[in-house]
């Protein structure tokens, strides 16, 4: 059964008609076209899919499309400024080299995000804390580290 559902998504609302139990990622994809969370294992364990609900990172492949109505989300897309700019920490991950093949990049970017806007000047121990639910098999893990260092002193 699907229904009319309003997301609040990247600063702008949305209304989708989609089946209340829909996995958010799903809607962000495939009916808002957001290519940024990508779909990784689906089970909530990658950080592939992660997004900010409510400045807070978390990832958004199990999370009913019915519950994230109630929350700011914010995706790839949605960092950065108006005028093109991109957010600190996307500068830092480019100044850093913080990328290599990219599946994990966004997840490693949002979950950045959510690490400053709760701890604006977090040790190496908490940067790699904040990470844990990321996986990323190119071994950019310092480069990731050094990058989140630099944003958070920007």
Excluded: W
Aim: proline share 4%; net charge positive.
């Amino acid at each position: 059964m699907k229904i009319l559902i309003t997301l609040r998504v990247n600063g702008k609302e949305h209304e989708v008609n989609v089946d209340p139990q829909t996995p958010l990622l799903y809607v962000l994809r495939n009916n808002l076209g957001l290519k940024g969370p990508k779909f990784g294992c689906g089970l909530s364990q990658c950080g592939a899919c992660m997004v900010l609900f409510d400045g807070k990172a978390n990832p958004s492949c199990l999370i009913a499309v019915e519950r994230a109505a109630e929350m700011e989300i914010t995706t790839l897309e949605g960092l950065g400024d108006e005028n093109g700019n991109l957010h600190k920490v996307q500068q830092a991950f480019v100044e850093e080299q913080a990328a290599q093949c990219g599946y994990c990049l966004n997840g490693l970017v949002m979950a950045s995000v959510g690490l400053l806007n709760e701890k604006p000047n977090p040790s190496d121990k908490e940067i790699q804390a904040g990470l844990y639910r990321n996986i990323c098999r190119c071994g950019v893990h310092a480069r990731v580290i050094r990058a989140v260092k630099k944003a958070s002193a920007l």
